[in-house]
């Protein structure tokens, strides 16, 4: 495995008070999560906002310090990684994030944005530094005439390719995107989802791939997994997940995606039906969260539903 992530916790404090604020209790942002993820592979994470994705990824990457657990890069544990041997990791781990305005220094050039990472980790001279953003940038779909603008200058789409040059440009094995299109138009996400599919081939990167529109993760992501509570509650191989999800939250997901056909309705499942097993609304919760299960073959599962019962469930369809 490329990476695996064991027991990832990370729960910030609830403070209440004026100036003399003190601690009511812990938001569980991330709450003992297990992922593992191959070589050459993508896969997605996908659940609602404030679920806890992008707190987990950050964590991954120590860009927040995680409160417990265990991630394995190539078999180093990057929480215990001293500063200097952790600086030297992060060649190899890179995110692409969001907003690819607010990720971009406002005040530096694109040349200066780009070569960053260069500054950081090895010693250049002038020309070949710009030479290596040049190239990058190209690979990319931008050009060279570009290294002295900023980034108010470009659109959307431009800013985001040179997020993406910049994290390619120490050529990483592993790549956390998180909901790298949500900000952009529907032609220009397809022209980015092509960028990055040529990159993974070219570069034979694996992504952690963080997004809300699911079927977007479900045409690009070799496996689905499914995050609720800072818990992941499904995790299967995408085309598997989507045409036969097991967990009745991952349904109610599934059901709220839009039909692109005017003439068919979906059902929806409602809220208040959801056995989640750790929600107040479920009818089969009990005092402990449950735990993942292998359900069926490489299919896991959170619920304290049996799997035989899991699996009697139907999935609420097309009409």
């Known amino acids: 495995m490329l990476l ?34 191959r070589e050459g ?24 310090e995680p409160t417990a657990g265990e991630v394995y890069f190539q078999g180093k544990n990057l929480l215990t990684l001293p500063k200097e041997e952790m600086r030297r990791m992060r060649q190899k781990l890179q995110m692409i994030f969001q907003d690819p305005y607010a990720s971009l220094n406002p005040r530096m050039t694109v040349l200066d944005i780009v070569a960053e990472p260069l500054d950081i980790h090895f010693k250049l001279s002038r020309q070949e530094r710009r030479d290596r953003v040049a190239s990058i940038l190209q690979r990319v779909g931008l050009g060279p005439s570009i290294l002295n603008r900023y980034p108010h200058e470009f ?10 040059a910049r994290a390619m440009i120490l050529h990483p094995e592993l790549v956390v995107a998180d909901e790298p299109v949500s900000a952009l138009d529907v032609s220009v996400q397809a022209q980015v989802m092509e960028l990055l599919a040529d990159l993974q081939e070219t570069f034979h990167l694996s992504y952690l791939f963080i997004a809300h529109d699911l079927s977007l993760v479900e045409s690009f992501a070799d496996r689905t997994a499914v995050m609720y509570l800072g818990k992941i509650v499904e995790l299967a191989e ?11 939250y991952t349904r109610e997901l599934l059901s709220a ?63």
């Open 4 to 37: 695996e992530v064991k027991g990832l916790k990370k729960h910030f404090p609830i403070n209440k008070g004026g100036f003399w604020k003190r601690q009511e209790g812990m938001h569980l942002a991330v709450d003992g999560v297990d992922l593992a993820l």
């Open 41 to 64: 592979e993508t896969v997605g994470l996908v659940g609602e906002s404030g679920s806890g994705k992008s707190t987990f990824a950050r964590s991954i990457l120590r860009l927040i």
């Open 155 to 164: 659109s959307g789409g431009q800013r985001q390719r040179i997020g993406i």
């Open 238 to 248: 995408s085309d598997i997940l989507y045409k036969r999800p097991l967990h009745p």
């Open 257 to 319: 995606v839009p039909v692109p056909d005017p003439r068919l309705r979906k059902k929806r499942e409602q809220p208040g039906t959801v056995d989640f097993s750790f929600t107040p609304y479920c009818n089969h919760r009990q005092d402990e969260a449950p735990h993942l299960i292998e359900a069926e073959p490489e299919h896991f599962v959170s619920c304290h539903l049996r799997p035989a019962e899991i699996r009697r469930r139907p999935r609420e369809g097309v009409s």
